[in-house]
């Protein structure tokens, strides 16, 4: 016999092991990050920092928009570039502390003839002009409104595997220390750019300061993360944002820091900016579009503004009309200006408000994911589901709550996702192994109350043999008799649900009790070998009674209520000798009154007390003792029981031999 403490020791540690075991797993992704789970990554990024408190823009930032307005007012996009330097030296009257341009100005302007180098006409050449050599009058003077500083321009860098190198445009590179922990990495803290597309060498010049425009979204189309840093033919450029933040504080030199392959931070003077391992910013968006201060660009031009509007303050300029404008996608957003791209990098440098990956992110998600599953692997090894499905709930609460207080708090990310991927796998698996356990566990104790079962059926089986050897014999040979019959009947449709296969069974292993009662019947009169007096007959119609009684004292003693096995057994011993007509005993139950087993019974009770010898008369033909059970029909038997004896009586005539 198994013992039931050991069992539910194995069953608490295949739980255990299945709660631990999709826990180890979800650290190892979160160390090895397989790309099939990138984009579910990012969503779950996204997720988090919606959630999390935003802050507004410092309101250091303006953005002046050439909007549908502008266009309007001025005319079509490009505008003459003459316009475009009215536009500057305005912005500085009113105060701007760094103008950054998000655009470029990559050909002579159109509107004017070229002129050479030295400034003399060009002649021959229309209005509509775009020579590829020389610049024309109004790049010119142009190039003069950028002369007088604070201005920044935009440029492209490209990544083909053919590119030329700068190709002759006017950069600016910043000087940049980089300092490793160690000489273990071999791979920039950058990517290297092969080409770029500029604005006019003259323009550039004249600016005396720029920053690439790149920004590459991720593998699924939304943008989290622009560059600040890029390489080009050995020397490292800035962002336009970077170039602008940097010309408003005058910061001069700058520090790269390199913590591992994911990690590093740029220092701008007394700040410090937390990168990726290819010097990306991880965008902290302030919101929807447009969050910043936007002032048309015909306002600039033309229009009056209150005199802080633009004071000690960056302006970005670019373009958000329809046909101009360059849009992404964001985690707030799907229509989201480039230059408003630019302003929140300004902004998150200014404010130093940054989203930060830890040095050691992946490690404390994978610590997380493995210590998560172990708690609730412990939690439902002890207490079970219900208990474990509370504390998986209050594990996700804990996990995404804590990742969106740390992005709003301190501006840190540890992503839910593998512990929560964890804990889902670890819980269903569980989940299984517990439903397996239990499953298991049933089986087993329905084995066990099956085998007590028969062998208490066994028991009494022996105890009625002991009293009486024919009686035993008897009641073994109506086991199967019962079983055939019961068989037969499902065929009918009165008898059909209620004979499963699993109370034909039953039956069949509880007929032999059904003369239990005779243990009480003296010994005068079961082996009396003439008829019994009518004195002594009444005394052997009590033994249904007695049977029923000792069953029903058994199921008190054992405190057992409404128990299937019992309640068959007592109708089985009680009602066998009922009469289909009503003459029968104990109770004198009439038709459908008499339980299905009881009828059954008494039949076969019949038929193999009239095919066996008996101390008081031989075994009498089979053939006569079917015409008497047959005869019996409406009287003695229930019609639809004698009726599918008569199928299967060959069958019994068989057994019986």
Request: charged share 20%; aromatic share 8%; hydrophobic share 45%.
């Amino acid at each position: 016999m198994k013992n039931p403490e050991n069992s539910l020791v194995r069953g608490r540690r295949l739980v255990l092991l299945c709660g631990v075991f999709p826990a180890i797993v979800a650290s190892i992704l979160a160390l090895y990050r397989p790309g099939f789970l990138a984009n579910l990554d990012y969503a779950v990024y996204d997720s988090v920092v919606r959630r999390a408190a935003m802050n507004p823009p410092g309101g250091r930032i303006v953005i002046v928009d050439v909007d549908e307005r502008s266009l309007s007012a001025i005319g079509q996009w490009p505008w003459r570039r003459d316009v475009i330097g009215r536009m500057i030296a305005r912005l500085r009257e009113l105060g701007a502390a760094t103008i950054a341009l998000d655009m470029m100005f990559a050909e002579p302007d159109r509107h004017e003839q070229p002129v050479d180098a030295d400034g003399g006409w060009r002649p021959g050449e229309g209005s509509n002009s775009r020579a590829s050599t020389g610049s024309s009058a109004v790049d010119a003077a142009f190039a003069h409104a950028l002369r007088d500083g604070g201005v920044v321009l935009g440029y492209a860098l490209t990544f083909d595997a053919g590119g030329r190198g700068s190709n002759g445009c006017v950069l600016h590179p910043i000087g940049l220390a980089i300092v490793q922990r160690s000489e273990e990495r071999t791979e920039a803290p950058f990517f290297r750019a092969t080409g770029a597309i500029c604005s006019l060498p003259m323009l550039a010049q004249a600016a005396g300061a720029s920053g690439f425009l790149n920004a590459i979204p991720d593998p699924d189309g939304i943008l989290r993360r622009v560059p600040l840093l890029l390489e080009l033919d050995g020397r490292v450029y800035p962002g336009l944002a970077l170039a602008a933040v940097t010309a408003a504080k005058g910061t001069a030199g700058f520090a790269l820091r390199v913590a591992n392959v994911n990690t590093v931070s740029l220092g701008l003077g007394d700040a410090v900016a937390p990168l990726d391992g290819k010097s990306n910013l991880l965008l902290r968006y302030r919101g929807r579009k447009k969050t910043f201060q936007y002032v048309s660009a015909a306002d600039v031009l033309g229009g009056p503004l209150p005199a802080d509007t633009f004071r000690n303050k960056l302006a970005f300029v670019g373009a958000t009309a329809l046909g101009t404008r360059e849009v992404v996608s964001t985690p707030f957003d799907t229509q989201f200006a480039g230059v408003e791209v630019q302003a929140t990098v300004a902004d998150n440098l200014l404010r130093q408000d940054f989203i930060r990956r830890p040095e050691s992110a992946v490690a404390l998600e994978a610590q997380a994911a493995l210590g998560a599953g172990i708690v609730l692997a412990l939690l439902v090894a002890r207490t079970g589901l219900v208990w474990g499905s509370l504390g998986f709930a209050a594990c996700l609460t804990v996990l995404w709550s804590g990742a969106v207080w740390l992005v709003s708090r301190h501006g840190m990310f540890l992503s839910p996702l593998f512990p929560t991927v964890g804990l889902a796998c670890s819980f269903v698996a569980m989940t299984a192994a517990k439903v397996l356990t239990e499953r298991r566990r049933a089986e087993w104790e329905g084995y066990e109350k099956t085998v007590s079962q028969h062998l208490m059926i066994q028991t009494l089986l022996s105890l009625t043999e002991v009293r009486d050897e024919e009686t035993g014999r008897h009641s073994r040979r109506t086991q199967r008799y019962a079983r055939l019959l019961a068989e037969q009947l499902t065929a009918h449709p009165m008898f059909h649900d209620y004979l499963t296969p699993q109370r034909i069974d039953l039956l069949a292993r509880l007929a032999p009790l059904h003369d239990i009662g005779k243990v009480g019947v003296p010994d005068r009169l079961l082996n009396k070998p003439g008829t019994l007096t009518s004195e002594e007959f009444e005394e052997m119609k009590k033994h249904p009674a007695r049977g029923h009684e000792v069953i029903v004292r058994a199921e008190h003693d054992v405190g057992a209520r409404g128990d299937a096995i019992l309640a068959m057994a007592k109708e089985i011993v009680y009602t066998h000798h009922e009469r289909w007509d009503g003459s029968g005993y104990p109770r004198g139950l009439r038709g459908a009154q008499i339980p299905i087993a009881g009828r059954l019974m008494a039949l076969v009770d019949v038929y193999d007390a009239l095919v066996s010898k008996r101390v008081y008369r031989d075994a009498l033909p089979q053939d006569e003792a079917i015409q008497i059970i047959v005869r019996g029909s409406g009287t003695q038997f229930d019609p639809a029981v004698v009726d599918a004896f008569r199928r299967v009586a060959s069958a019994f005539r068989r057994l019986a031999d």
